[in-house]
């Protein structure tokens, strides 16, 4: 009988049903079909969030750096306000416990949203982190570190990335300088060579994939941990004077600062 209703009946009432709206149309057939199944809840329950969202128009997709699926349209500005809640709550939250002491539980009531909300936009706690530190990463890559062409300006490079970071907030600061799951330094210098390869710029393509990444494992723990050393002993060196001495010992170690 589904099968029949499925192949002859369903058509034949969309025939009928065509001069009204789509969305009504599907509501009414899953409904009629979900009477013949014994099943009688609302089309509103959680399991049919996908086809309610379907029948809106709006398009799925799983959101970049979020690990959160969420049916998103890009106009809804509810989902932006809401991600703009959860975000805004984090980063206060980051700023008083730390990132490791926030749970779900309490960045929810912080931000006046239930957890099933919560998971329509993101996984945890650590994709919510990841997403906040993709955002820096981008940032960087927008507007200060846009020479994909100069691979081997490695003074300029080093440079460029302290003085972006010394210009953070607060806030990021304590996420780039606390310990947690997402490897900023990895994820910059990554983003970085993929940017050198695309403009056929590989400055280590003459070298074996271990090696590397031995040197490239060098460069950018070099710079992060040098930043966050800066930090953790109050900034007393001036930045521009800190950043000329990242800049140095990356090109060339710390023997010509000896004397």
């Known amino acids: 009988m589904t099968d029949l209703y499925r192949t002859r009946f369903a058509p034949a009432l969309w025939r009928v049903w065509k001069p009204r709206s789509l969305p009504s149309f599907a509501i009414w057939c ?28 709006e398009t799925h997709r799983r959101s970049q750096g979020t690990g959160g699926i969420m049916a998103e349209s890009k106009t809804d500005l509810r989902v932006m306000r809401t991600r703009k809640l959860i975000r805004d709550a984090f980063m206060d939250m980051v700023g008083e416990v730390g990132v490791a002491r926030i749970t779900v539980k309490d960045l929810t009531e912080r931000a006046g949203i239930n957890r099933k909300t919560f998971y329509l936009h993101f996984e945890s706690i650590e994709t919510l982190y990841d997403s906040v530190m993709n955002e820096v990463m981008n940032d960087f890559f927008d507007n200060y570190e846009t020479t994909a062409d100069q691979p081997k300006d490695l003074d300029g490079h080093a440079q460029r990335f302290f003085l972006f970071l010394v210009e953070q907030t607060p806030t990021i600061e304590k996420l780039i300088c606390s310990p947690g799951p997402y490897d900023f330094g990895n994820h910059i210098y990554r983003e970085q060579m993929m940017r050198y390869k695309s403009a056929g710029q590989d400055p280590f393509a003459w070298m074996d994939a271990d090696a590397e990444e031995l040197v490239l494992n060098f460069i950018r723990t070099t710079a992060l941990d040098f930043y966050r050393e800066w930090v953790r002993r109050g900034k007393r060196v001036d930045p521009q004077e800190a950043a000329a001495l990242l800049g140095a010992i990356t090109c060339h170690g710390a023997a010509p600062l000896m004397r």
């Open 30 to 57: 899953l409904g009629n079909e979900r009477k013949k199944s014994g099943y009688n809840r609302h089309i509103s329950n959680e399991g049919d969030f996908a086809t309610r969202a379907f029948f809106r128009g």
